[in-house]
């Protein structure tokens, strides 16, 4: 039976892209699975695959890696798929020693934005040539690359064209999906925002959309349905600040929910929106929530990302749209309003997509042959 153990710093042991589709599937074909976090405490057996995590985080880098060397030893893998240079790196003599392939799955821009926000300029350009250095060195030690985007292939693909490498995007598996195609009710809109409460993922764009419709069609009913949270202080003060601005008559804050239950949150919505600002990390990412809109049977209204506009063209389903333009997208709005002709269309044709072309299923071999290849080498 093989042995493939994930290592992750930041995404946590149940993250939707590692256990419940990756580690879920290997199980499914026969193989051992273990997953070892650094972000939450958990020990046990889940769904057949083994956990152990550790609320490690604020701890020392030779800390987190003296962790995953020890779970490394006592499992004995006979494949490593890595979320971070650091768990690359940690294994990296153990991985020589074995003579087994490391796998390193390239899911989020490094370095991050975020990674940067406490650096003063000049700084920021150290740290940041710094990071790029390290994750250079990640795909020097590993033997296989996993994409979860084309627009993510740089810089790792271009040094290291000669590695093994997959493009594996974030598409949900149907049986996570709850389908809730609606039917608009005249002159009534529920429009729906997830995620991430705060300037740079839309939050004032949104509103400023909204205030811009009621403006036009005074005699529409908004309802607003946000689902979110705002992780820093100052994005919670900045979100208070909006509704205090804006005084809508209609918002429903509802908490983030489960990963299994996350369609199920927006069922009442009829348009979902994502108007995340242009910048360089947003515009070379391809949002996951826009398959499980997708698969919900929800028209979408998105900024226009070069990571979607490279995977996925035109939508059939929705409007890729500049972020800023309240103008335009009000009018998108009013427009599915007078024409549900479009938006029953568009409903349908979301619905059509993700069952033939973006869900997990369509992919899921490719992942397996991958591993597969990667463990026989």
């Known amino acids: 039976m093989p042995k493939v153990l994930f290592l992750t710093t930041s995404h946590a042991y149940d993250d939707d892209r590692i256990f419940y589709h990756q580690a879920k599937t290997l199980i499914e074909k026969g193989y051992k699975v273990k997953i070892c976090s650094l972000c939450a405490d958990y020990k046990g057996v889940k769904e057949g695959i083994d956990i152990e995590a550790y609320s490690i985080l604020g701890e020392s880098i030779e800390k987190k890696k003296e962790i995953f060397q020890k779970v490394y030893n006592a499992f004995q893998p006979d494949t490593i798929i890595c979320s971070e240079p650091l768990a690359v790196i940690a294994v990296k003599d153990l991985v020589k020693r074995d003579k087994i392939s490391c796998i390193y799955d390239i899911t989020e821009w490094y370095p991050a934005m975020s990674m940067l926000e406490g650096y003063p300029f000049p700084g920021k350009i150290f740290h940041a040539l710094k990071f790029f250095l390290i994750q250079l060195y990640a795909g020097f030690l590993s033997t296989h690359f996993i994409f979860g985007e084309t627009t993510k292939r740089f810089p790792l693909a271009y040094f290291f064209w000669f590695k093994k490498q997959m493009i594996l995007p974030y598409y949900p598996d149907p049986v996570y999906i709850r389908e809730n195609i609606k039917e608009l009710e005249p002159n009534t ?69 489960s990963f299994e239950h996350f369609t199920e949150g927006f069922a009442d919505a009829d348009i979902c929106f994502d108007l995340r600002e242009l910048n360089f990390e947003n515009h070379h990412s391809l949002p996951i929530k826009l398959f499980y809109f997708m698969g919900a049977g929800k028209p979408v209204v998105y900024s226009d990302l070069k990571g979607i506009r490279k995977h996925m063209g035109n939508l059939s389903f929705g409007y890729l749209v500049d972020p800023g333009n309240d103008e335009l997208i009000s009018d998108i709005v009013i427009n599915y309003i007078k024409n549900p002709q479009l938006y029953d269309t568009h409903a349908l044709n979301a619905k059509k997509d993700f069952r033939e072309k973006y869900n997990w299923k369509t992919i899921s071999d490719s992942f397996l042959d991958f591993v597969k290849g990667a463990i026989d080498k």
């Open 189 to 257: 809109i529920t429009l729906c925002y997830t995620g991430q409460i705060s300037k740079d993922k839309g939050i004032e764009n949104f509103f400023k959309v909204i205030d811009k419709v009621r403006k036009k069609f005074p005699l529409l009913r908004i309802r607003i349905l946000i689902i979110g949270s705002a992780k820093q202080n100052s994005d919670r003060v900045y979100f208070e600040g909006l509704l205090n601005t804006y005084s809508f008559s209609d918002l429903e804050l509802r908490k983030p929910t």
